[in-house]
């Protein structure tokens, strides 16, 4: 009974911790927003686009990937709804693709813009975010928090590389997508989530790529204290003790309710996610939704990446080597897993590996045989051209 007093308390204290973190005044908006800023920087694209035009592997097969996709096709017409609403998986989807794929869509053509610097696909990223600025309302129905998220972490990137590198969208046109975000975007995912860890994660992505662009600097504050949080709730150390870190309001106050909300799984080890034992699809989305957000910190003057290090690098190599087919053993998820981790590893492997110089084998191992890395179609894309081997 004392054992079980003490990992309780453990768990415990780790959620005030970071209840303590969330509302303590912080730091994380810089002075000034960096332009373009939200996962890829100005050096980050000027390396793609010189590398692409060289011919230069792996970008130049990453963009041609790239540019055969349907994403870059400048036939798409955009298909907005005043009403996006999205059940369970997607269930019902009204819109729920669309919007997520149009998003995609002006995320892939503002690269192809950068890249040739030919017009037609600034103009076409423009038309797209211009269609759903002018009629989208609210998203709906239980899924909508995720939903908003996806589509609200590939909008800004868009937006951030238009409006920073190209001259011809029209300023009320780019001031009304901001309004869109901030009003219908932001308050549906700002506040987190309490569901699995992908949710809150992707959420918080969008939340802290629309305020780079809205330049809000208390929602970003915000995002980014909720995130610092949540992190050490999603990826296990055994650091963190016998059992997982909690996060602030989960109400996961006792054992049990940990070991169920961690799909059942009661052995913890150096980078199990909490959603590993569900599987690897969404610890993907997981990952590398938390990728992301240190990327758009670090781009913005508060590298997060050594706070989130080990727990990264961890979680990838642990996942990567089940992803590459090594048998998980009895203890872990009954010893099946569900493999399909998805395009994600770029972003952390190159910051981790080629910017800290933490080992990796097993995570380059798979990188380097998914790539080029392309979209998973919700909200990741494009990661070889715009991260393989990137210092910037």
Not at 224 to 238: G, H, N, S, T, W
Not at 280 to 293: D, E, M, N, R, V
Not at 303 to 308: A, F, I, K, S
Request: aromatic share 8%; with cysteine; glycine share 10%.
């Amino acid at each position: 009974m004392r054992r079980r007093s003490t990992l309780v308390a453990g768990a415990l204290l780790g959620a005030l911790t970071a209840s303590l973190l969330i509302g303590a005044p912080s730091s994380a908006a810089p002075a000034t927003f960096t332009h373009p800023g939200v996962l890829v920087g100005t050096g980050q694209l000027d390396l793609a686009r010189s590398k692409v035009n060289s011919g230069a592997q792996p970008w130049k097969s990453a963009y041609d990937a790239m540019m055969a996709s349907k994403y870059a096709s400048l036939d798409r017409t955009p298909k907005p709804r005043a009403v996006v609403e999205c059940g369970s998986y997607s269930d019902p989807n009204h819109g729920c693709t669309d919007e997520r794929e149009d998003a995609l869509a002006a995320y892939t053509l503002s690269l192809a813009w950068y890249i040739t610097r030919e017009p037609k696909y600034a103009e076409k990223a423009i038309q797209i975010m211009d269609a759903w600025s002018g009629t989208i309302k609210d998203h709906t129905n239980s899924n909508a928090p995720l939903q908003t998220g996806w589509a609200g972490s590939s909008w800004p990137r868009a937006a951030e590389i238009i409006r920073y590198s190209y001259g011809g969208w029209d300023k009320g046109r780019a001031d009304r997508f901001a309004g869109m975000l901030r009003d219908v975007y932001l308050p549906k995912v700002i506040n987190g989530s309490q569901s699995n860890g992908n949710w809150e994660l992707s959420m918080l992505e969008a939340a802290v790529g629309i305020s780079v662009f809205i330049e809000d600097k208390g929602a970003y504050d915000k995002a980014v204290a909720k995130f610092r949080a949540r992190v050490p709730a999603y990826i296990y150390l055994k650091s963190d003790g016998d059992l997982p870190k909690t996060a602030p309001g989960s109400g996961l106050d006792t054992r049990d309710k940990i070991i169920k909300y961690w799909q059942g799984q009661s052995t913890f080890v150096d980078g199990l996610t909490q959603e590993t034992c569900r599987d690897f699809t969404h610890t993907g989305y997981g990952l590398s939704a938390l990728s992301h957000i240190a990327e758009t910190t670090r781009l913005q003057g508060q590298d997060l990446y050594p706070e989130v290090a080990d727990r990264l690098r961890h979680a990838l190599g642990f996942q990567a080597t089940y992803e590459l087919g090594t048998a998980p053993p009895s203890w872990l998820c009954g010893g099946k897993v569900k493999r399909g981790l998805g395009p994600v590893t770029e972003v952390g492997y190159n910051a981790l590996h080629n910017r800290l110089g933490h080992e990796m084998t097993r995570t380059k191992e798979l990188t380097e045989q998914q790539r080029p890395a392309g979209s998973n179609n919700l909200f990741v894309g494009w990661e070889t051209l715009t991260h393989a081997e990137n210092p910037s």
